[in-house]
């Protein structure tokens, strides 16, 4: 009888053929419909911004890496991803200098300091928004119109919460769906993000749970909050990063549950926050600040949804 090597090995025993580096490049294509738009509403200037934010992630991994010893994996993309996603939450007003400090605090300190991808505990490209958000208020809020004669203008959100731009005219719903509104760079298409979001879910990197939850959660709580008003429901749904967070870096791997229960209790929460912050808080978006406050509860969830593992012993009392 032939003599047969059995070889016995941790789990997984089943593999998938993909890899980061095809992940993260099908997330970079489903980033491009916005990108085009963030460049057909605000110009050039926007694309600049954007391979900025790229370069300056890029190079900062690859310097981490170095300096601590460990193997260089620019090529993954995952760092370029993290820039593509900063880029998208700044408005294209900003200088390229602070977008550059953006990148390398959210590869160097929220990325790489805490053990690299797969064990980054928020989502880089926020935490770096909200580091920006508070050390540049200013810079970070100031928004321009779409095409070639941008002036200085609210966002829908902002005229919505009133304030100083509290009688503006309020861009109609067509406008807000194809992304002609002041905002940030990549979050005003709602037309363009659900074309990437369709276009991850198709090919499987990312579930449609965390998505939806989030989002019909926001329409729940703006409805409700907004005295029952479905124009106010609609616009909340459109207007701001909804459509980006929720798409894009509300399910990033290393930061959200991992069991189907826990993604949509992490959506659920995200759109409360969001609901919460946007009505009673004195900052016209929320999206940011409650996708990286659920990012802090994801151990919690992951400990309470994760399924019973096969052949478990139940616990004597």
């Known amino acids: 009888m032939e003599n047969t090597r059995f070889l016995v090995s941790s789990s997984p025993h089943i593999r998938s053929g993909e890899s980061t580096q095809r992940i993260m490049l099908d997330v970079i294509i489903a980033l491009m419909p916005a990108l085009f738009a963030g460049v057909f509403y605000f110009g050039f200037r926007a694309l600049t911004l954007t391979v900025t934010a790229v370069v300056f992630a890029v190079a900062a ?60 505990f928020i989502n880089p490209a926020l935490a770096a928004r909200a580091m920006l958000l508070a050390s540049w208020p200013v810079r970070m809020t100031s928004w321009v119109t779409p095409g070639p004669d941008a002036v200085s203008t609210a ?79 609609i616009y909340q749904i459109f207007a701001g990063g909804l459509f980006l967070g929720a798409i894009f870096m509300a399910t990033d791997y290393s930061s959200s549950p ?47 949804t994760m399924p019973r593992k096969f052949g478990e012993v139940k616990k004597s009392a």
């Open 61 to 120: 991994e690859a310097v981490m890496q170095k300096i601590m010893g460990k193997p260089i994996t620019v090529k993954d993309l995952s760092a370029a991803v993290t820039g593509i996603l900063l880029a998208f939450n700044v408005p294209a007003t900003l200088p390229l200098w602070i977008v550059a400090v953006g990148s390398i605090f959210a590869i160097a300190i929220a990325k790489q300091c805490f053990g690299g991808i797969g064990f980054n």
């Open 155 to 233: 966002t829908p959100l902002a005229i919505m919460k009133g304030g100083e731009a509290a009688g503006q005219a309020l861009p109609n719903i067509t406008s807000l769906f194809i992304g002609s509104v002041p905002g940030c760079i990549g979050e005003t298409s709602a037309l363009a993000l659900l074309l990437g979001g369709a276009y991850l879910i198709y090919r499987g990197v990312i579930s449609h749970r965390i998505p939806v939850a989030y989002i019909a959660t926001v329409a729940v709580f703006a409805l409700i909050f907004g005295g029952f008003d479905p124009t106010v429901m």
């Open 258 to 304: 991992m069991s189907p229960k826990g993604q949509i209790i992490f959506g659920i929460g995200c759109g409360f926050l969001t609901s919460v912050i946007r009505f009673f808080g004195g900052y016209p978006e929320g999206v940011s600040y409650s996708i990286l406050l659920m990012n802090l509860a994801t151990p919690l969830i992951d400990r309470y």
